[in-house]
Every structure is written in C-alpha cells, then in structure tokens.
C-alpha cells in the first residue's frame, strides 16, 4: 500500500510542442480540387435521310399515279411541302392537298361514320330546315348521323370520320348554305352528293398545320391514290411541278 507509492513514476513523454492544427485521419478524403478533365466534343447526329415512297405505277385512267416514286424533302416555314420525285421537284400545298382528299373520300363514300362523344344541336331557319330535310338520306349515306330535334332544330349524332375535327354544328351550317346557293332546278342525288362533299372539303380551308415527315408522306400517299390529285375542289392547284429539264435550262446545265 505504503511501499507502493515509494516507486519511481514512470516517465511519460510529453510533446515539446503543441499544435492547435489536427493532424490529418489515415483514411480521410481528400477535399483539394482538381481541375475538370476535358469535355470530349461529340459531334451532331447526322441528318434524316429523306424518306422515300415507291409507287405502284398503272396506266390505266382512274389507277393512275402522278409519279413514280417520290422522296419527301422538306416543309417550308409557310407550309408547302417540298418533294423530289423521279421527273423532277414538286411543291404541294397541303391544304389544298387535304381539301381534295376529303372531297373524293366524301363525294364517293368512302368515309366509315365517326359518332360524337357529345352530340351537337344546331338551331336553323325553316328555308335551311327544309334542305336538310331533304337532304338526310343522302348526308346519312355519306357518314353523316343528323335527325330533328324539335322545331328548326337538328341533333347531331356523328360526322364522316374523315371530317370528325371540324365542328359540327359549323360544318351544317355551311352545308346549308351551299345547298341554298345551288341550282335549285338541279337536285338530283349526285348533284346532293357533289354540294355536300365540296362543303365538307371547302371546311378544312386555313387548317394550317406543320407535318412530321411520316405525316407528310401519309398525305402525299394519300394524294397520289385521288382521281385527280392535280387540283382541289376550288379549283385552285394543289401542286406545282418544275421538270428535270426545266431545272437544266433555268440553271443552264448541259
């Protein structure tokens, strides 16, 4: 007990200096920034290959094709589409395009009935009553689903497929007016047909709107497979096409 505190202590080494700066743990991260390795430039993927179309070629009146093949180009900033085709470069006006389309798949129904999914009524004057009237069996053949719904008045149940974005209620009312402004002496079922059909076309006028690629080649298809592609229902051309060889000439290539 005594004896035990009479030992020598045992001499404890001491630092002869004191740091206030901790030493650095074995294992600790390192925290001095590095400068950033060198971003590798990745170059741009390269361009889509226009697309290109081969069609069945036939002679024959109706079967008809206006080219042989056609590559789709490009859409303007304005619209128009831009194509290469196998006699030279064609540039459509997809509107008029569409007006078209829409006019042959209606005047020779074609078009399956598309039903809305909330029906429309459309209030009219008894002269538009009466044409409508006598118009429901040729409209109901041609995708149409229109009956009265009280007086002046008529339901709306469905629309051509082909027409199902344009409103319905403003779609009736051009009808009506075009039967109105027809011949009335001429009223026979194709001459309703006709009227009809170019009403429904003339609907998609101002529809502007930017293609894809694939859209714009499903129309062009669409196009080549009309009777008369070369015009719109107006009248008014739906392409316009400039030759290899005017090409040549304007560009005084040999």
């Known amino acids: 007990s005594v004896a035990a505190f009479t030992e020598p202590l045992k001499e404890i080494d001491a630092p002869t200096s004191f740091s206030h700066e901790p030493s650095p743990a074995k294992d600790a991260p390192s925290y001095i920034s590095q400068a950033p390795a060198a971003i590798s430039q990745v170059p741009p993927p390269p361009a889509p290959a226009p697309i290109e179309v081969e069609l069945k070629i036939s002679y024959d009146g109706e079967n008809a094709k206006p080219w042989r093949w056609f590559k789709f180009l490009a859409q303007t900033q304005s619209g128009y589409i831009i194509l290469e085709t196998d006699a030279g470069i064609v540039t459509v006006n997809p509107t008029a395009a569409r007006e078209r ?14 039903p809305l999914l909330i029906p429309e009524t459309v209030a009219l004057s008894p002269s538009e009553c009466a044409k409508i009237s006598d118009s429901l069996n040729t409209l109901e053949a041609m995708g149409f689903s229109i009956e009265p719904f009280g007086k002046n008045t008529f339901k709306i149940d469905a629309l051509p497929q082909i027409a199902s974005d344009i409103s319905p209620s403003a779609l009736l009312s051009t009808i009506c007016h075009d039967l109105s402004e027809g011949n009335s002496k001429n009223s026979t079922l194709r001459w309703k047909e006709e009227i009809i059909a170019k009403s429904v ?16 080649v499903q129309l062009m298809e669409e196009l080549c497979s009309c009777k008369m592609p070369y015009v719109c229902p107006r009248g008014k051309s739906v392409m316009i096409f400039t030759s290899n060889r005017e090409l040549d000439r304007k560009f005084d290539r040999k």
């Not at 006019?103 to 598309?114: F, G, H, K, M, V």
């Not at 076309?201 to 714009?216: D, M, P, T, V, Y």
């Open 101 to 114: 389309i829409v006019y042959e798949r209606i005047r020779d129904l074609q078009s399956p009935t598309q």
């Open 201 to 216: 076309a003339r609907s998609f006028i101002g529809a502007h709107q930017k293609l894809s690629a694939e859209g714009a």
